[in-house]
Nanobody, 121 residues
Framework: QVQLVESGGGLVQAGGSLRLSCAAS????????MGWYRQAPGKQRELVAT???????NYVDSVKGRFTISRDNAKNTVYLQMNSLKPEDTAVYYC???????????????WGQGTLVTVSS
């Protein structure tokens, strides 16, 4: 069973920075797109950023210019560098990946357990 393990959340003041990491729990045959989503209290989960295996990226408008998504394919890890954080960025952040665990298996969507980011004003 493949799991995604997140780290790096915490409490930060407005204007500060945090770096989230998400790594697969074991060796993986292949990973396509990876991404970060977030869910604020009382709101629906929303896409924050995605990165293709090629490195192409996509961001929600509210984080453009402040957040940077990157990945290390050798380590099966995706990162989210968050700068100039705002109180409205407060949410549980989830990583997501399209994973092919073994050469004989198909792709499946896997989610991390979530990490809380709290930005104080």
């Amino acid at each position: 069973q493949v799991q995604l393990v997140e780290s790096g959340g915490g409490l930060v003041q407005a204007g500060g920075s945090l770096r989230l990491s998400c790594a697969a729990s074991r060796s993986i045959f292949s990973i396509n797109a990876m991404g970060w989503y977030r869910q604020a209290p009382g709101k629906q989960r929303e896409l924050v950023a995605t990165i293709a295996k090629s490195g192409d990226t996509n961001y929600v408008d509210s984080v453009k210019g402040r957040f940077t998504i990157s990945r290390d394919n050798a380590k099966n890890t995706v990162y989210l560098q968050m700068n100039s954080l705002k109180p409205e960025d407060t949410a549980v952040y989830y990583c997501n990946a399209d994973v092919r665990p073994n050469w004989y298996s198909g792709y499946l969507e896997v989610w991390g357990q979530g990490t809380l980011v709290t930005v104080s004003s």
